[in-house]
């Protein structure tokens, strides 16, 4: 069964375009009658879309995960802050993303989320790198000075020795935080294509999103690049 697609917003507020525009089939919920509206959604196949313009977002997806703690829920933001982000993630949402995105894009967190994937901006994710980055060297700096030398852990294989060439390209645009639509036209190749680079990262790599990917190459020191592998457009 297909996802469907909400839009919670005041009553007298109309669809974005752009939403209409990437999903014909959205549904507006009203923020009015939230409580009702909310036996409209089907757990399992239900994304809702907030926007941080109504300064009751916090309360509304409290609310609707409360209700259905299943139904994924995006934040649009039209001035995306990391704070803004970090709170919509912290409280639940699966998403944090430009209000004023094309529709392509939208379509694109939508993918990420339905399969289980986190969706943040750029910003976002470069500070939760670092965070997260900061905290891991601090915890095996821990690790390595409470074992002897002979009982230390082996690191885990270097994530960039398992992709080829290409997939290393791929990866290494969509951790700067470019689009699938970006990539493509960095490469000179179709979106098609960069999602199935993608694809064949995430299984290679064991990660479900670009979060999780941007984190495991963050752990690994990206090798010095060999010329005669450099792939060509």
């Known amino acids: 069964m297909s996802t469907q697609h ?11 375009e752009r939403l209409l525009e990437a999903f ?42 409360q209700a259905r703690p299943d139904v994924r829920v995006v934040l649009l933001s039209g001035v995306p802050e990391p704070a803004e ?30 399969h289980g994937g986190l969706w943040v901006g750029p910003d976002l994710l470069q500070r939760l790198v670092g965070s997260t980055t900061a905290a891991l060297a ?40 470019r689009s699938n639509k970006e990539v493509a036209a960095k490469m000179f190749i179709s979106e098609r294509t960069v999602k199935a680079h993608l694809g064949a990262i995430f299984e290679k790599l064991g990660v479900r999103d670009r979060l999780q990917l941007v984190l495991r190459l963050s752990a690994s020191p990206e090798p010095a690049p060999n010329p005669a592998e450099e792939p060509k457009p």
């Not at 993303?97 to 894009?105: E, K």
């Open 85 to 114: 982000g970090l709170r919509a993630l912290n409280d639940g949402a699966r998403g944090y993303t430009h209000a004023y995105g094309v529709p392509a894009l939208l379509q694109e967190v939508a993918l990420v989320i339905e």
């Open 6 to 16: 909400f839009f919670l917003s005041s009553a007298a507020s109309a669809l974005p």
């Open 138 to 177: 601090t915890q095996q700096a821990v690790s390595k000075a409470q074992l002897p030398a002979a009982a230390a852990p082996s690191a885990d294989p270097n994530a960039w020795t398992l992709l080829s060439a290409r997939e290393a390209q791929v990866a290494r645009a969509v951790s700067a935080g």
């Open 24 to 65: 014909s089939g959205i549904k507006p919920l009203s923020a009015d009658a939230l409580q009702a509206g909310l036996a409209d959604l089907s757990a399992a196949q239900s994304l809702v879309w907030l926007s941080s313009a109504d300064a009751q977002w916090p309360l509304a997806l409290r609310q609707i995960l």
